[in-house]
Structure formats: structure tokens, C-alpha cells
């Protein structure tokens, strides 16, 4: 179909990836000539995944060592897993180990204070009041200990209409009010949290309890900050911006700060004059006249035919202090401007700050941040983000890899243009594709680091949004991979500011009772921890790798025996993978942490497509749940 008839499809049925899909298919690719067999045969994938010297100096580069493991070997690693394994479900409820418990935390629509409306299910809540309350579609949140307050920072990236306005034909918005409501129930949640006798709770009131949305004040900061692209009529200093959006994956600095990620922004946007001329550029990153939610009928921020440099501020990693109600979130336009998943934070050996970002669509690239300054605990932070070289990866077929700098030298851009565009800056240093990389989690206790690419129908089909091939090899070793996998890598003298690194991978997801060779898996997989489609990740502290998926249940064909989407934990040592939590039927699990004294997990639970939490009857609600052991012994 033709650009304008997708324009007008009911596109608050579809993810944001296909949504992407159906209003601007890809051109098939013709130079396709790679192979998966060439990967598998040539390093033994599905065996042994051992890659570089690297991954044998630290004795861990292999999956699936479980075959290989002595007795007493075998022993420690089914001890490092405090629970017995759940098996799948397909409900419309939570299922977690014998032992361990859950309540509900949170979920749309709760109060944060007490002056807001009450949630009622058959309006989707109070529209004056959709700034007071939890937020919609709960994903990366982060724990901090505040003086004597425990604080939660949680986002919520987008709405789901026809709940949020079930009153409204199709939940399309009919008036400025309807946008509004849509607006105020995205973006972030700063809460105070609090364990009583009756579990943990929301603190109403608290002095810390805040909520940032698409109205919310922002500044600009960074190599982008002030150019030309980024002035509009109402901020002509290009500093200044209203809101953040479609807030997916988040990090937590050492400093103290949130970092809340902004991803698939694009689908804010469109044009009330459907024959204006966009910039070329937007192609790239897939801004067309046709939007998700029609704001630009009602709010000319997001009209093209307005505002066409308004897309240019959004992209971005956005930094919150949650110690401070009044302060003002800066948008860090160093760390670049994509579909950002998550931000994890490490301290190179030398103090200075290193950002690991992927960038969530098919065929897109993994990057990294290093700042130019050291952090120092007490010091100065305000722009040990601003300053600093972006990276992105580059994976050689030999398991060794190196992160090449985008630099105006590297990339004949200015730095302003690198922070603005930089998806066609990392394509021009020639970066390796990836299927779809999402969040990045770097162990505590050894120098390495994980990266879920979560899955790519178009692997070796089409070639990524601005043209460049998607061959089959290298960490992305499947055709038509809906499966994804999880790769590593080890930085070069253990150091992650390093420009080197080999790697590996941990795991591909597969199906072995439906296929044998590539799309069996790995052989750390097996009939009882099958999944796909692994989207969140975060280690403990004691260096098991949490897992969580955003894939099919459907639990037919290639996805048969899968159940729901879960969450498990991998042994990075061992490569053994065990199923810990799964979800209510049509939700994603996504986003995780710990209270301080690892007594309790936190973990979101996305788009129930069930009466979740509140039983039959009721709308689907987004939640925080909390686990706990019935011992209240250290979760895992």
C-alpha cells in the first residue's frame, strides 16, 4: 500500500518496530551472498562459542559448558541458583519459584499524590490529574538510596489508547485534552518507596515523588546544544526543549543520576499537510507525515509542516537528579541521537566514564561513550557526559573486534552533525550491523560485557534503513533470525575504555524440539529454559546475568513449549540458563532492580493483554511487582 493509505492505519495496534515495518517496508537487498553455515561450521557455534584469546585468559568464553563440566563442576553452578526452576505458563498472572513471593508495587494509575483522581476502568483514569499518578507501560527503572528515603526511578515509554481513552472510537485522540492525557502519562516516575509489615508501597505524597512527561522542561547540553537543527520558533537558542520520549531502557551513574533513554521517538511525529518536504535524513530515522498518536493535530510541536526541526531534540539520553524535585533533566546530546535501549555505566581502570548504548532497530549498531575527564567521587559531574569521543563496534569474523571513534576526521561530519545524525556517522566508518541490540549489562565482577540482540527477520533479507548490508556472520550468525541471541565481549587489558576487545556468544535462543542446526540453538539451551526474542538484562552482585524477554507467546510453531515471556538468569561461568519468573499472557517483562539490602527485586511487567492486576473485568494495568524469598534471605 502507498505512504498515505499506511498513514491512516489504526496504529495504536502496533509496536513502534512495526509500525516502523508497515509505513516504510525496505527494498529487498540483490547482494546478498553470506551464509549462515559459513559461521556455524567454521567456529563450531552451536558447540563450543570459545572466541579470541581474551575469552580464554578469562576462562568463561564458552556456552553451554554444561556438557562439558566435571561432576563437582556441574555441583557449584547448580548452586549458584537459589531456586528451582518454574516452568512455563501461558495465564494471565505471575508465576515465580516455590519459596519466593510477589505483590504488586505499583501500576497505571496509581497515586503519587493524594490530590490526583482515583483510577477508574472505564475512563482510563483522570485526564487533569495524568501527571499525579504511575505512569503508563512500566520499563527500565533504577534504586536509590536517598538519606533515609528509598527512591524508585521507573519510565514509562508509551501508552496503549483504546485503555487510556476507551470512551474515544479506536482510542484515537478527539481534542487537545485527549493528547494531553497521553502526554502526561508517558516519560518517567520518581518515587519514594517504603517496606511496611503489608509489603512495599508508594510513599503518597513524599517530597521526592515527581513525574517528567512530554511537557516537562528540558535543556540541551553537549556538541549538539545551540545548532541551527535544534532552534525552533519557541526556542531559538536550540537549548531549551519540552519533554522526553518513548523512554525504554535506563542506567544509574555514580554519581547519583537516572538515565532515561529515548527510543522509537520518531512515531511522535507528523504533518497536518501530508505534501511537505522532510529532510532526507529523516528517512533514516524514520520520521514520515503519518504518526502513532496524531498529536500534531492538536499540539503543532510535533506538526512537520510547523516545527520540522522539533524531531532533531528528541534521540537522546536524558539525565535526571533524583535527589532534586526542582531540577531541570538535561538531554546529553554527546552520547548520540538513535533509538536508544538502555545506558550502562562503568568506570574504566583511569576513572573516566564509559556509556554502552545500543540502538534498537534491525540492522542498527552498538555504541559507546568515553568521557574525556575522570570521574571523581565528590567532584564536578556536570559534564562528564558532554565531553568525551562516541564509539561504535565493529566484530571481525576472527572473534576480535575494535570500536572505532566517530570523529569529524573518521567521519568528515562535524561534532554537532555526529550527535545529531548519528546513525549515517557510525555507517560511514563501516560499524557491523546488529540484529536489533538492546540493553547492554556489564558484569560487576569480571571485565566483560553483554549485549541482547534481541532478533532481526531481516537479517540477510534487507538491508538496514539507510542502506547497509545485513550479512549473515559474525555475532549475527542466522537468515530470518526471530529467535535473537545474547554476544559478549571482553575489553582489551580489561580496561572498557579500551579501543579493542574479543568476543564471544553467551547464548543464541532457539527452539531444539522444532529444529535441528542453527535455529535449535545453542547448547545451553535445552526443553526447559526455551525462549526468544532476550530484551532486558542486568547482573546482580554477585555476577548472574538477569534476563528478560519481549518476544512471541503465541507457544505454536516455531515458539512451541515457550510459554509467556519470562525472566531467567544465566551463570556466565557455566553458561547455564534457568527460567525464574514468567509473565501474564500479551505483557513484556522489562526493567529490574534491587533494594538496597538485595532482599527484594523489582521488575516490570509491560501491556498485560489480560485483566492484570485487577482480575476479570478491568483493563490490562502496566506494574511494578516486588519479589521476595519467604525466608527474606538475598534474592537468587
Given at each position: 500500500m502507498d505512504r498515505k493509505d499506511t498513514d491512516r492505519i489504526d496504529f495504536e495496534d502496533f509496536s513502534?518496530?512495526?509500525?516502523?515495518?508497515?509505513?516504510?517496508?525496505?527494498?529487498?537487498?540483490?547482494?546478498?551472498?553470506?551464509?549462515?553455515?559459513?559461521?556455524?561450521?567454521?567456529?563450531?557455534?552451536?558447540?563450543?562459542?570459545?572466541?579470541?584469546?581474551?575469552?580464554?585468559?578469562?576462562?568463561?568464553?564458552?556456552?553451554?559448558?554444561?556438557?562439558?563440566?566435571?561432576?563437582?563442576?556441574?555441583?557449584?553452578?547448580?548452586?549458584?541458583?537459589?531456586?528451582?526452576?518454574?516452568?512455563?505458563?501461558?495465564?494471565?498472572?505471575?508465576?515465580?519459584?516455590?519459596?519466593?513471593?510477589?505483590?504488586?508495587?505499583?501500576?497505571?494509575?496509581?497515586?503519587?499524590?493524594?490530590?490526583?483522581?482515583?483510577?477508574?476502568?472505564?475512563?482510563?483514569?483522570?485526564?487533569?490529574?495524568?501527571?499525579?499518578?504511575?505512569?503508563?507501560?512500566t520499563d527500565g527503572m533504577e534504586f536509590f538510596v536517598i538519606g533515609d528515603r528509598n527512591v524508585i526511578a521507573v519510565n514509562h515509554e508509551y501508552v496503549n489508547p483504546k485503555l487510556n481513552l476507551p470512551k474515544n472510537e479506536g482510542g484515537i485522540p478527539a481534542s487537545a485534552e485527549d493528547v494531553?492525557?497521553?502526554?502526561?502519562?508517558?516519560?518517567?516516575?520518581?518515587?519514594?518507596?517504603?517496606?511496611?509489615?503489608?509489603?512495599?508501597?508508594?510513599?503518597?505524597?513524599?517530597?521526592?515523588?515527581?513525574?517528567?512527561?512530554?511537557?516537562?522542561?528540558?535543556?540541551?547540553?553537549?556538541?549538539?546544544?545551540?545548532?541551527?537543527?535544534?532552534?525552533?520558533?519557541?526556542?531559538?537558542?536550540?537549548?531549551?526543549?519540552?519533554?522526553?520520549?518513548?523512554?525504554?531502557?535506563?542506567?544509574?551513574?555514580?554519581?547519583?543520576?537516572?538515565?532515561?533513554?529515548?527510543?522509537?521517538?520518531?512515531?511522535?511525529?507528523?504533518?497536518?499537510?501530508?505534501?511537505?518536504?522532510?529532510?532526507?535524513?529523516?528517512?533514516r530515522y524514520g520520521i514520515k507525515t503519518g504518526s502513532v498518536y496524531s498529536y500534531e493535530k492538536f499540539d503543532p510541536r510535533f506538526d512537520l509542516a510547523k516545527n520540522v526541526n522539533e524531531p532533531y531534540r528528541a534521540g537522546y539520553i536524558v539525565e535526571i537528579d533524583p535527589a532534586d524535585p526542582s531540577s531541570t533533566p538535561v538531554k546529553r546530546t554527546a552520547l548520540g541521537r538513535f533509538k536508544h535501549e538502555n545506558a550502562e555505566v562503568v568506570i574504566a581502570p583511569d576513572g573516566r566514564v564509559v556509556v554502552y548504548l545500543g540502538d534498537d532497530e534491525r540492522g542498527e549498531f552498538l555504541y559507546k561513550f568515553v568521557s574525556s575527564a575522570s570521574y571523581v567521587p565528590g567532584g564536578d559531574t556536570s559534564t562528564l557526559l558532554d565531553e568525551g569521543t562516541l564509539f561504535v563496534a565493529k566484530f571481525n569474523e576472527d572473534g576480535s573486534g575494535e570500536w572505532m571513534a566517530l570523529t569529524p576526521e573518521t567521519t568528515g561530519m562535524s561534532a554537532p552533525e555526529i550527535a545529531i545524525r548519528t546513525r549515517l556517522a557510525a555507517s560511514k566508518v563501516g560499524a557491523t550491523t546488529m540484529d536489533r541490540p538492546e540493553w547492554v549489562a556489564a558484569n560487576p565482577i569480571a571485565a566483560e560485557a553483554y549485549c541482547a540482540l534481541t532478533n532481526n527477520k531481516n537479517r540477510g533479507v534487507k538491508p538496514n534503513a539507510g542502506g547497509d548490508a545485513t550479512p549473515v556472520g559474525g555475532p549475527n550468525p542466522r537468515e530470518k533470525n526471530n529467535y535473537g541471541q545474547i554476544v559478549r565481549w571482553y575489553p582489551e587489558g580489561q580496561d572498557h575504555a579500551a579501543p579493542g576487545f574479543t568476543w564471544d556468544l553467551y547464548v543464541m535462543a532457539g527452539n531444539p524440539t522444532v529444529h535441528d542446526g542453527a535455529y535449535a540453538g545453542s547448547d545451553n539451551i535445552n526443553e526447559g529454559n526455551l525462549f526468544n526474542s532476550p530484551d532486558g538484562m542486568a547482573f546482580d552482585t554477585t555476577g548472574l546475568l538477569w534476563i528478560q524477554t519481549d518476544g512471541s507467546d503465541s507457544n505454536e510453531g516455531d515458539y512451541a513449549g515457550?510459554?509467556?515471556?519470562?525472566?531467567?538468569?544465566?551463570?556466565?561461568?557455566?553458561?547455564?540458563?534457568?527460567?525464574?519468573?514468567?509473565?501474564?499472557?500479551?505483557?513484556?517483562?522489562?526493567?529490574?532492580?534491587?533494594?538496597?539490602d538485595l532482599r527484594t527485586m523489582f521488575v516490570g511487567i509491560q501491556h498485560p493483554d489480560a485483566p492484570f492486576p485487577d482480575g476479570e473485568g478491568t483493563l490490562g494495568r502496566s506494574s511494578v511487582i516486588a519479589v521476595k524469598r519467604s525466608d527474606n534471605a538475598v534474592i537468587g
Open positions: 513502534f518496530d512495526a509500525f516502523d515495518e508497515a509505513r516504510d517496508p525496505r527494498p529487498q537487498a540483490t547482494d546478498f551472498d553470506r551464509v549462515v553455515e559459513t559461521a556455524i561450521s567454521r567456529r563450531g557455534l552451536l558447540g563450543v562459542l570459545a572466541i579470541g584469546s581474551g575469552a580464554a585468559a578469562m576462562g568463561v568464553g564458552v556456552t553451554g559448558l554444561g556438557s562439558l563440566m566435571s561432576s563437582t563442576s556441574a555441583e557449584a553452578a547448580t548452586a549458584r541458583f537459589g531456586f528451582k526452576p518454574v516452568g512455563i505458563a501461558t495465564d494471565a498472572t505471575v508465576h515465580v519459584p516455590e519459596g519466593y513471593s510477589w505483590q504488586i508495587l505499583a501500576r497505571w494509575g496509581d497515586k503519587l499524590f493524594s490530590d490526583a483522581g482515583g483510577f477508574d476502568h472505564t475512563t482510563g483514569g483522570d485526564a487533569a490529574t495524568a501527571d499525579r499518578v504511575f505512569g503508563e507501560n494531553a492525557k497521553l502526554q502526561k502519562l508517558q516519560g518517567v516516575t520518581v518515587m519514594e518507596v517504603a517496606e511496611g509489615d503489608d509489603g512495599w508501597k508508594i510513599v503518597v505524597d513524599s517530597p521526592l515523588n515527581r513525574r517528567i512527561n512530554h511537557l516537562t522542561p528540558m535543556t540541551i547540553s553537549g556538541p549538539a546544544a545551540g545548532h541551527d537543527l535544534l532552534k525552533t520558533e519557541a526556542d531559538p537558542s536550540g537549548t531549551k526543549s519540552l519533554g522526553t520520549y518513548n523512554n525504554c531502557g535506563a542506567g544509574k551513574t555514580p554519581w547519583g543520576t537516572y538515565l532515561t533513554c529515548e527510543e522509537n521517538f520518531n512515531g511522535y511525529f507528523g504533518s497536518t499537510d501530508e505534501t511537505v518536504s522532510l529532510p532526507e535524513d529523516f528517512k515457550m510459554g509467556n515471556n519470562q525472566m531467567l538468569v544465566g551463570d556466565p561461568v557455566s553458561g547455564r540458563i534457568e527460567r525464574f519468573l514468567t509473565a501474564p499472557i500479551g505483557s513484556e517483562v522489562t526493567g529490574l532492580c534491587w533494594s538496597a
